[in-house]
């Protein structure tokens, strides 16, 4: 199919954006690589694009009182590679290295990825997981959103009309990951390189004493957006990292998920894949492979 007929214009500031974006039928792009396919589809149908790709304002990655900001238009290629979010938020530089392929990452951006809000995204999952905040940011002023209230249902978010992604802001220990009691993992499952998950599993555990202290599960490609699994994460609680706590959680993730049928399946071949891919990430963690 080929896209509906636009107009553009290109913003030279944050106040020439949000000017543009005034127009109720006008849609911002940066990258491009979620939108320019949801307008091939007819999913979008803007009469303006705007384009925010050149903003200096929404770059940059930098860490102060304990957070580390991440520029609405970090591609993914420099999520995986920057120094920063390698050391304070190494599973961003994990998932950035699954999203399709070379040509993409390169373009495509974090504030892009989380705005489109796709169920089966690695990105949205692992801000949920690192219990992120959303900075976004209108001609009326910025507002902060807690990640897991960002993302409202499929390809749906709280962004209101005019708004725009500025930075992603996530909780930094007083050490770095590495050195920490945090550990991070995740995993997913697709029918070829560079396809979107079927099904995929973000781990965030906290050990303490070779037990688990604190969990945080999130599914993606198992529901209209990223899950919480709040019962599994209830349920290892409290645990050592054994086979019989993974076991457990594989159990309890039966109450978390209720997965719809879609092009790769049904409901209980993902409620397998789902099953399958969290016991995986577990493991990742149980055995330092993560």
Avoid: W
């Avoid at 903003?55 to 940059?60: D, H, Q, T």
């Avoid at 490609?221 to 959680?249: F, Q, T």
């Amino acid at each position: 199919m080929k896209s509906p007929p636009f107009a553009y214009a290109r913003a030279g500031n944050l106040a020439d954006a949000f000017a543009f974006l005034a127009d109720p039928e006008a849609k911002a792009i940066a990258g491009g690589q979620s939108l320019l396919a949801s307008l091939a589809f007819r999913l979008s149908q803007p009469t303006l694009l705007v384009d925010i790709g050149r903003l200096s304002e929404l770059s940059g990655v930098t860490v102060s009182d304990r957070r580390l900001r991440i520029g609405a238009l970090t591609t993914h290629t420099q999520l995986a590679r920057n120094a920063l979010i390698r050391l304070h938020a190494p599973l961003l530089a994990e998932a950035a290295t699954m999203i399709a392929h070379p040509a993409i990452r390169n373009r495509g951006t974090i504030g892009g990825s989380l705005a489109y809000a796709d169920p089966a995204a690695e990105l949205p999952a692992c801000v949920v997981a690192l219990e992120a905040t959303i900075v976004v940011a209108s001609a009326e002023g910025e507002r902060r959103i807690a990640a897991a209230a960002f993302f409202t249902g499929l390809l749906s978010t709280a962004l209101a009309e005019g708004e725009l992604i500025t930075a992603i802001e996530v909780p930094v220990p007083e050490l770095p990951m590495q050195t920490t009691s945090d550990r991070t993992a995740i995993v997913e499952l697709s029918r070829r390189s560079g396809d979107y998950a079927m099904a995929g599993a973000v781990v965030k555990l906290t050990l303490e004493a070779a037990q688990i202290a604190r969990a945080r599960i999130v599914m993606f490609g198992v529901g209209e957006g990223p899950l919480l699994a709040n019962l599994v994460s209830a349920a290892l609680v409290s645990h050592d990292l054994s086979a019989a706590s993974i076991a457990l959680a594989q159990t309890a993730l039966d109450g978390d998920i209720d997965p719809p049928e879609d092009q790769h399946g049904g409901p209980e071949m993902k409620r397998q894949l789902a099953r399958v891919v969290l016991g995986r990430a577990l493991t990742k963690i149980m055995t330092g492979s993560a």
